[in-house]
C-alpha cells in the first residue's frame, strides 16, 4: 500500500509559478517511478511528467514542456512539481501517483496503482 498527500496548489497570476509536493508512505519509496497528472473541468485526466526511482530519467508533456520540473526527495519520501509560466490552461486539479512495478516511462493512467487526491491549481488571466 502506498498513501500520497499532495499540497502546494492555489490560486496564482498567469506567468507566475507554484510548486506542488506529494509526500508518500508505505511501500518504499525509493522503488516506485512517480508521476503527476492534472484534470481540467470537463476534460479527461492527463499525463504532466514522470520521474524514475532514482531521479535520474524525467518524462514530460509537450504542453509543460520547458515550463514545470519534477524531481524528488528519496530521504523525503516527497516527490515535487515546480511550476513556472503559468498559464490559464494549466488549470485544474492535480494528482501525484505511484507506479510500483515501473517498467520503463510510466506515462499512462494504467501504469500507476495508487493516487492522491488531488490538490487545485487556479491560474487567472
Known amino acids: 500500500q502506498v498513501q500520497l498527500v499532495e499540497s502546494g496548489g492555489g490560486l496564482v497570476q498567469a506567468g507566475g509559478s507554484l510548486r506542488l509536493s506529494c509526500a508518500a508512505s508505505?511501500?518504499?519509496?525509493?522503488?516506485?517511478?512517480m508521476g503527476w497528472f492534472r484534470q481540467a473541468p470537463g476534460k479527461e485526466r492527463e499525463f504532466v511528467a514522470a520521474i524514475s526511482q532514482s531521479g535520474g530519467r524525467t518524462y514530460y508533456a509537450d504542453s509543460v514542456k520547458g515550463r514545470f520540473t519534477i524531481s524528488r526527495d528519496n530521504d523525503k519520501n516527497t516527490v515535487y512539481l515546480q511550476m513556472n509560466s503559468l498559464k490559464p490552461e494549466d488549470t485544474a486539479v492535480y494528482y501525484c501517483a505511484a507506479d510500483v512495478r515501473p517498467v520503463g516511462a510510466a506515462t499512462r493512467i494504467g501504469d500507476y496503482e495508487y493516487w492522491g487526491q488531488g490538490t487545485q491549481v487556479t491560474v487567472s488571466s
Open positions: 508505505g511501500r518504499a519509496f525509493s522503488s516506485n517511478q
